[in-house]
């Protein structure tokens, strides 16, 4: 039921920027955190930002601090990704992800199929 679906992944040159979309469904998006998550070929999977529930707070990994923006729109269940400046090593999938709450004491993080971004000349 709980969906995540990533959208706005492409080639882009460097320095260059991408926005990132994440849509969700199946879950009360306005309760949750919602995170952003990369995996570079051969690499294993890098945190890169995550946002709270209210869309109040966030927090960035130190490779992209700076250079990246997270924001939420809880009208259309989206999370965003804001990319600028973009260096090759931020070649990667970007997946987005949410911890839900699926019985008590229970949760269970859900992942989206992921999209692909390329930095490359």
């Known amino acids: 039921e709980v969906q995540l679906v990533e959208s706005g992944g492409g080639l882009v040159q460097p320095g260059g920027s991408l926005r990132l979309s994440c849509a969700a469904s199946g879950f009360t998006f306005s309760s949750y955190a919602m995170s952003w998550v990369r995996q570079a070929p051969g690499k294993g999977l890098e945190w890169v930002s995550v946002i709270n529930s209210g869309g109040i707070r966030s927090s960035y990994a130190d490779s992209v601090k700076g250079r990246f923006t997270i924001s939420r729109d809880v009208a259309k269940n989206t999370v965003s990704l804001q990319m600028n400046s973009l260096k090759p090593d931020d070649t990667a999938v970007y997946y987005c992800?949410?911890?839900?709450?699926?019985?008590?004491?229970?949760?269970?993080?859900?992942w989206g199929q992921g999209t692909q971004v390329t930095v490359a000349s």
């Open positions: 992800n949410v911890r839900v709450a699926v019985a008590p004491w229970q949760d269970y993080t859900y």
